[in-house]
Structures are given as C-alpha cells and as structure tokens.
C-alpha cells in the first residue's frame, strides 16, 4: 500500500501557509521602512553635527558636503537610506552667504510618521 499526501491535505497546507506569509509579509515590509528611516534620522545628525563643527573650527560654512569628507569631519558622505544614493541630500544655504547650513533628504513620499522625508 502507498501512503502519500491527498491532495486536500496538500492544499490544507498551502493555505495555512498562505495564511501565515499574508500575517507576516506586511509588518516585515513595515520593518524594514521602519529601519530605513532610523538610519535616516542618524545620518542627518551626524551631518549636521560635523556641519556646526566645521562651522565652530573654521568660522564658515561648508562649501559643500563633500568638503567635510575632504577635511575629515565625515569619513564619508552617509548614503539616504530611502534613496540608496549618497548624492541626492538637499543641502540649505545660510541665511547670510553661501555654503551648507543645513541638510534634508531628497527622497520623495513621507515617513510613517506622516512627514515628507524633505521637512525632516
């Protein structure tokens, strides 16, 4: 005698599996975002940080943000975690002159707390 499956068992399987992923699948994707947007949040302020101390070293403001990569105040220009590029950070002149006063991401859409990435 063979002993095996049914096919009804087999599809009894197959939809508690898929029960299971369509309960996990959408707090996994939540997770992720979640993440991003910490990394988000860090990277801006360990720029912003290394753009008051080069303020406070040499009084000015940076010319750009590869300047502080270039004078080691930064290793390296941080990567947007939303974007996935280092290259698309939108950076505020001062409200006297020029250079990098402050830093946004330029990442479209907005985090889950209901704030477009460029306000944060």
């Keep these: 005698m063979k002993r095996g499956f049914t096919l009804v068992e087999l599809l009894v399987v197959m ?9 996990a699948a959408p707090r996994y994707f ?3 975002q979640r993440s991003k947007e910490a990394v988000l949040r860090e990277n801006l302020a360990t720029v912003r940080d290394a753009i ?34 280092a ?4 950076t505020t002149p001062p409200p006297e002159g020029t250079g990098v006063y402050d830093i946004h991401s330029g990442a479209e859409g907005v985090g889950l707390d209901g704030v477009p990435f460029s306000e944060w």
């Design 15 to 23: 939809a508690i599996i898929a029960t299971l992923l369509s309960i």
């Design 52 to 85: 008051d101390q080069f303020h406070a070293d040499t009084n000015a403001w940076p010319g750009d943000l590869q300047s502080l990569a270039e004078k080691r105040y930064l290793r390296s220009v941080p990567v947007d975690p939303i974007t996935g590029q």
């Design 30 to 32: 939540q997770h992720v």
């Design 87 to 90: 290259d698309t950070w939108l």
